[in-house]
């Protein structure tokens, strides 16, 4: 199982309120996505992961506010995802 591709919302259709921005750190196992508000950059579909609140420190590339993240974890290699199952069939 894991994520293999993300849509994100563009900026400009949260107008001037909206908050459709945020970055995103990369591992071996996930990625992290840190945002103010998730569902402007990052809308909630099935199997997206709820958001937790954190804080990121300036020194972290952060602006010290908080900030909601999620961490999607990545398919392995050669493994095909099922959208219904959100899980891996083995297949290379």
Known sequence: ???HHCTFASPL???SDGKAFGWMTATDECLELWCPEMNDWL???EG???PT???MMDGD???G???EVIRLPLA???TMMTKKEGKGKGET
């Open 1 to 3: 199982y894991g994520v």
């Open 13 to 15: 259709n949260k107008g």
């Open 43 to 45: 809308p909630e579909v």
């Open 48 to 50: 997206r992961p709820v």
């Open 53 to 55: 609140m954190a804080r």
């Open 61 to 63: 590339g952060g602006c």
């Open 65 to 67: 506010r908080p900030c």
């Open 76 to 78: 392995e290699a050669g």
